[in-house]
Structures are given as structure tokens and as C-alpha cells.
């Protein structure tokens, strides 16, 4: 479902404009510090652990230069990764083509999925600190987003910084927020990270909507 057009503030824009030129700024300057070529070990549990996910379709939102996603790729899973810079989707490109793993790769706006050709359903989506840094406007419209294109049971994996992680008055993100801004899905897991700055591990699993849970013909109604 498309979100309803609002023209934002000067203040958003603002926003928008100084998150873009601070990304762009560290894929210029070369290689982003949060860049470190090694896929997280708890992105690996959940794909190769005990308890792992079957492959299914992945979507991994601020792939950078796609580390993550071509890892996904070789353990079988049918990958799209979006990122904001281009100069990032650039290097993912030729990192997948160099492993030879077909990953589609996307250059826009994570918080603006349907302005993209990726139309899900995903079963499993994953954000190593994109969603922490987004202007706080937008975040509605990426929780809506991956709601809208999560396949039923599908699992949200988010590492993020927590408030005052850094000097600005936008980037953070708590347990709280995520409760309510995902509306229908679980937040089944937070694990602090080992940073030396706060920071979470964050697991959510979409539930089922009463529409989706109730068969036709079938009142919901008490009594």
C-alpha cells in the first residue's frame, strides 16, 4: 500500500539533505568505517546456526557495498539489497559479480520501497544500522514498507545505536521505538552489543494480521 504524499518541512529536508551528504562523504573519503567486509556473527547464526532460517527471499536494507548480501546469495537465499549512495551499489555489483552471485542491487531511498522494483514478499530482512540513522519522519514509512512485503512469519534483524551514541539529534534507536512504530510484528529478542557506544541487536518476526489469520466468511466478532 502506498503511503499518503506529504511534502515535508524544511527542517526534514534539512534532514534528509545532511544524512545523504554525511554517507556520501565516507564512501568519498574511501572506505566507510562501518565497512568492515565481515559478515556479523548473528546474521550468520540465523542463517547457519541451529535453529536457522530455511533460505527463502531476503532484502537487506543499506547493503553498502554488499557484503552481507552476496553472503546470503552463497547459503541460498534470493537476495535484493538497497542502498542510498550509488558509489556503494557501484562496489556491491562488482563484489557480486567478482563471487558470481546473482544478487539484484538497487540505488534509492529504503524509507521509499515503492518507488523501488522490489515488491517482496521477503521472508527475512536485514539492516546493520541503517535504521538508527534515518530522520525520525521517515521511519514510519520504512516500518510500513517492510510490513507491506513481509512474507508471514518473516524476521527483522536490525543491529542499531542507541540515543546519544553520537553528537547529533536524530540518529538512535530503542526497543520502545520499535514496538511501536512495527505495528504487527513480535520483538522477540534485544541483545546489547559490544561496541563501546550503545548498541543493539534487534529481532523482529511479523504476525499475522486478523485479515490474514481469520478465514473467509469467518466473524471476528465477540460474543
Not at 527471499?57 to 552481507?68: F, I, K, M, S, V
Request: hydrophobic share 35%.
Amino acid at each position: 500500500m502506498a503511503q499518503p504524499h506529504t511534502t515535508p518541512s524544511a527542517t526534514e529536508r534539512n534532514q534528509e539533505e545532511a544524512v545523504l551528504n554525511e554517507l556520501e562523504k565516507y564512501y568519498r573519503a574511501g572506505k566507510p568505517p562501518w565497512d568492515t567486509g565481515v559478515t556479523p556473527p548473528e546474521l550468520v547464526a540465523l542463517v547457519e546456526g541451529h535453529a536457522a532460517l530455511p533460505p527463502g527471499r531476503a532484502l537487506e536494507l543499506g547493503c553498502g557495498t554488499g557484503t552481507n548480501a552476496v553472503y546470503l546469495a552463497r547459503h541460498g537465499w534470493d537476495v535484493v539489497g538497497v542502498d542510498l549512495i550509488d558509489r556503494a551499489i557501484e562496489q556491491a555489483r562488482a563484489k557480486a559479480a567478482a563471487e558470481g552471485t546473482p544478487v539484484r542491487l538497487l540505488h534509492g531511498d529504503v524509507t521509499r520501497l515503492d518507488e523501488l522494483d522490489a515488491p517482496g514478499p521477503y521472508d527475512l530482512f536485514f539492516d546493520l544500522s541503517c535504521y538508527c540513522g534515518i530522520p525520525p519522519h521517515r521511519r514510519d514509512a520504512y516500518a510500513a514498507g517492510l510490513t507491506h512485503r513481509a512474507a508471514p512469519g518473516a524476521r527483522l534483524l536490525m543491529f542499531g545505536y542507541g540515543p546519544g551514541a553520537f553528537d547529533d539529534l536524530i540518529s538512535g534507536v530503542t526497543a520502545d521505538e520499535l514496538r511501536a512504530r512495527f505495528t504487527g510484528w513480535e520483538l522477540v529478542d534485544t541483545t546489547p552489543g559490544t561496541n563501546p557506544v550503545p548498541t543493539f541487536w534487534f529481532t523482529l518476526r511479523r504476525t499475522a494480521d486478523v485479515a490474514e489469520a481469520t478465514p473467509p466468511g469467518t466473524s471476528t466478532a465477540g460474543g
